[in-house]
């Protein structure tokens, strides 16, 4: 085997599978994430805290709702929107999260033509989950707008436990921000697909090997983690 | 040439799986809409929220696909969650009765 070779661990056929593979993997010297590179399995490990971090806030929003003796606002009420005639419950949550699914999908198709190393389709692909991504920050902002306007601070708003806007602020707050995030990453990547820099194993921060578009895959996992910490937050904040 | 170590499927599963979480997320605002209250509500808002994020991670993330030796480092540690969340509930059931006691009797 060459250096070369070695590096870019090619699905090894010798690889046992299951259970007793898992033992071998682990118990393995050198590397235990076989066939995996070491940016997708650091992206795990990252999304894995991020994981804790995320759940922190949505176990002490459980706490803070479950003690207060003050009502709960209602948030189907709450986040309601009406266009003219009678307001539609959650509608623009629900809207939001229709977003963000479609944008997992476009991601989905973004790493697969990353694969097939089709340069425009993946670039074009990531930069529709960019604006996609974008436009749910947006109405994310208008959400927060409209509440502040009605009122709704982290130390109290005028429709129930006080509570409420310091979790709701605090929760979608963070996970805004890490759609933002999302948001400038996937333009970085974009401009370097498009450029061929994977390609040609142009160096630079978020380069890969020659050839290789296994950035865009990290990149993916991180999108879908958003979109499945969204999942959490609509279920629990928005509808339970 | 194309890289073995990529995880690459056909692109149907991505079509099927998208399609799904759309009809999981639709069925999740129905029980808003439609005011399904009580049990019923909490429990079909946690069955559909556990199969979009089952979805999610098995097929978009790839993990359905992952060797065991990855996939359980990343599944396995956020399982002790569920202990906080025990914990959590005890502390908050405890905090509401002492509120309850204190800020009725004012004693």
């Known amino acids: 085997m060459t250096p070369s070779d070695t590096d870019s661990t090619i699905a090894q056929p010798g690889l046992t599978p299951g259970l007793p593979g898992l033992a071998e993997d682990w ?14 399995a650091m992206m795990w490990i990252f999304l894995l805290s991020d994981t804790f971090i995320f759940s922190c806030f949505l176990i002490s929003y459980m706490t803070v709702r ?14 309601a929107l009406s266009f003219g005639g009678e307001p539609i419950p959650l509608i623009l949550i629900a809207i939001m999260t229709f977003i963000l699914i479609t944008s997992s999908g476009t991601m989905v198709l973004a790493v697969n033509y990353g694969y097939r190393m089709d340069r425009k389709k993946t670039a074009i692909l990531l930069l529709i989950t960019a604006a996609l991504g974008a436009s749910f920050v947006g109405m994310q902002a208008f959400e927060w707008t409209k509440l502040i306007h009605e009122g709704v601070r982290p ?6 436990a006080a ?4 979790t709701f602020f605090m929760i979608t707050g963070f996970h805004g921000f890490h759609v933002s995030i999302g948001v400038l990453f996937l333009i970085l990547v974009a401009r370097k697909v498009w450029r061929g820099d994977y390609d040609t194993g142009k160096r630079g921060f978020f380069t890969s090997r020659k050839g290789s578009y296994e950035i ?12 499945l910490v969204w999942v959490f ?7 339970w | 040439m194309a890289h073995a170590q990529g995880q690459q499927h056909p692109l149907g599963v991505y079509f099927k799986v998208w399609a799904l979480l759309f009809v999981l997320s639709s069925f999740s605002y129905m029980v808003d809409y439609y005011h399904v209250e009580g049990y019923l509500r909490w429990t079909l808002i946690l069955i559909f929220m556990f199969l979009k994020a089952g ?12 060797r065991l030796a990855l996939s359980y480092a990343i ?3 956020p399982v002790l969650l569920l202990v906080f969340i025990g914990i959590m509930t005890y502390e908050s059931d405890y905090t509401f009765l002492t509120r309850g006691i204190f800020f009725v009797t004012g004693s």
């Not at chain 1, 509570?163 to 310091?166: D, E, I, K, T, V």
């Not at chain 2, 098995?58 to 696909?65: D, L, S, T």
């Open chain 1, 216 to 227: 865009v895959e990290s990149m993916g996992l991180y999108w879908h983690f958003v979109d």
């Open chain 2, 75 to 77: 599944l396995g540690p």
């Open chain 1, 27 to 40: 118990s393995s010297d050198q590397r235990t994430f076989k066939n995996v590179p070491w940016g997708k």
């Open chain 1, 233 to 239: 937050i609509f279920a629990f904040f928005y509808l």
């Open chain 1, 163 to 166: 509570q409420f806007g310091s």
């Open chain 1, 155 to 160: 130390w109290g708003n005028p429709m129930g």
């Open chain 1, 66 to 79: 479950m003690s207060t003796t003050v009502p709960w606002p209602i948030p189907s009420e709450v986040f």
């Open chain 2, 55 to 66: 979805f999610i991670i098995a097929i978009f993330m790839h993990i359905k696909w992952e």
